[in-house]
């Protein structure tokens, strides 16, 4: 009897082969759980663990992408295990009905992470960007599923895998998987997310309507601001559990900043999940610019529909956001 050795990839063949795949393999743990931070632990391991046991690839069984999903997958499974979900304060329960109340401390909670643009670059990985599939309503929402429905509703709806592939990845049975995307299906209607409308990339449109917004609080208009608002809007602020529904819930809040803040504001532009963000940075008694919270914006219909607010040193860090900028005026033809 003829043995055929197995082919198996090797030396600088795996590496190269391997970290065309690194950012979309970010992506893909992120999905799955919900921290930028924990996502790149799991690549990292995802790489070592493919690297211990290229021996056992088979080309003829499985795809290089499916292999080493199949690897990063199960190390997010075996993470998430006895883990609690990632929420947003909006996950919570009711919003809040005072917009003077303090602020109500969360810092012990794991919230749910913004991802960076940037991370994803150019790469392929970046349509996940595009398509609307990192948008961070849908990020928050797939956290209510289990972890096995979340990954297989990743694999099968962002990554088009055929359901017998994704079989493969978790070693099930492709009726368990179709069963599976059903319920997770059933799970994000239940809690009203139309992945169609997430799906919609933000445009020229909602660019424009986010720097009438950065307009109007700079100019302390609260009248302004309101009529760029959804009647439903919603605005979040981790790590405080604080939420708030309504425009008029959310002009009143806004009023609250300036009063303890100050009405002298500097943004910078920036990207999250697919969508449009700002770093505020507020005046300091130096005569500078503080860096203040995080904006990440969904818009709908000509209006913001949701701003979730960040103030975790955390995130600022992921978007590599300055501390500090001066006083001194922006450039000639700079954004804001």
């Not at 307009?215 to 302004?224: E, K, T």
Request: net charge negative; charged share 25%.
């Amino acid at each position: 009897m003829v043995v055929t050795e197995m082919p198996t990839l090797t030396g600088d063949d795996f590496e190269r082969s391997a970290e065309r795949m690194r950012r979309e393999l970010l992506a893909h743990c992120y999905q799955m759980l919900g921290s930028v931070h924990d996502a790149e632990d799991l690549v990292q391991e995802t790489m070592l663990r493919a690297w211990r046991a290229r021996d056992q690839y088979d080309p003829d069984r499985a795809s290089l992408r499916t292999w080493l999903y199949k690897i990063a997958t199960n190390a997010c499974l075996t993470a998430l295990a006895g883990r609690s979900r990632r929420p947003l304060p909006s996950g919570l329960g009711t919003a809040w009905d005072d917009a003077e109340a303090p602020l109500a401390d969360g810092h012990e909670v794991p919230w749910l992470q913004p991802f960076p643009d940037a991370l994803l670059g150019s790469d392929p990985a970046a349509a996940l960007l595009s398509s609307g599939r990192l948008r961070l309503a849908l990020i928050a929402a797939m956290q209510l599923l289990p972890p096995r429905q979340r990954a297989i509703l990743i694999l099968r709806e962002a990554l088009s895998l055929p359901a017998a592939e994704v079989a493969d990845v978790l070693d099930t049975s492709p009726a368990a998987v179709n069963s599976g995307l059903q319920r997770a299906r059933a799970t994000l209607a239940s809690v009203a997310v139309d992945e169609q409308q997430l799906g919609q990339p933000a445009d020229a449109a909602s660019r424009r309507l986010i720097d009438q917004y950065v307009a109007a609080f700079q100019r302390a208009d609260i009248a302004g601001l309101k009529r760029l608002l959804a009647d439903e809007v919603i605005l979040e602020m981790p790590p405080f559990r604080n939420w708030y529904r309504g425009s008029a819930d959310y002009a009143r809040f806004i009023s609250r900043v300036f009063a303890l803040r100050g009405t002298d504001w500097r943004m910078r532009p920036a990207a999250a999940n697919g969508q449009p963000a700002v770093a505020a940075y507020a005046r300091s008694p130096d005569g500078g610019y503080g860096l203040h919270t995080l904006w990440v914006f969904a818009t709908s219909g000509g209006y913001i529909d949701r701003n979730v607010v960040f103030s975790d040193q955390v995130v600022f860090d992921l978007f590599g956001l300055d501390r500090t900028i001066g006083p001194e005026p922006a450039a000639e033809g700079a954004r804001w």
